[in-house]
């Protein structure tokens, strides 16, 4: 009897560790999407440099006069991107919001992902 109930105990605990083992894989997934190579890096900082920093501020508060007449989004905020999805951020990228223009026609849709995956790297 005291074997079984071992048996079934340790069963129990093995499964418990293949769950817990398989969440903690799944996080580390997850967080690899939002990671980049130094070389994108790179190129995203420009690229947002050049398109948003007039409105968004090198630091993505929306902290400059552009940002604060058009009402820009602070990128830094947890509510906002814990918000927002990653669709919804290259939505907006794509085709604007409020008074941010469409990019559509300017950037092309791995500049617009490169965006949006680095709009994520300002979360406070």
Known sequence: MVN???KRHQKHIMSFLCFLWLLLF???????QT?????????????????????????????TIF????????LTASKW????????????ITHGKGQMPSFEKKLSTEQITLLSTY???FRK
């Open 26 to 32: 799944s996080a580390g997934a997850i967080g690899v």
């Open 4 to 6: 079984r109930a071992t």
């Open 119 to 121: 709009v994520r790297t």
């Open 81 to 92: 991107q814990d918000k927002v999805d990653d669709k919804q951020i290259v939505n907006s």
């Open 67 to 74: 940002g604060q007449i058009a009402g820009a989004t602070d």
């Open 35 to 63: 990671q980049m190579s130094p070389a994108k890096a790179k190129a995203a900082k420009k690229l947002f440099s050049q398109k948003c920093v007039k409105c968004h501020g090198s630091d993505g508060t929306g902290n």
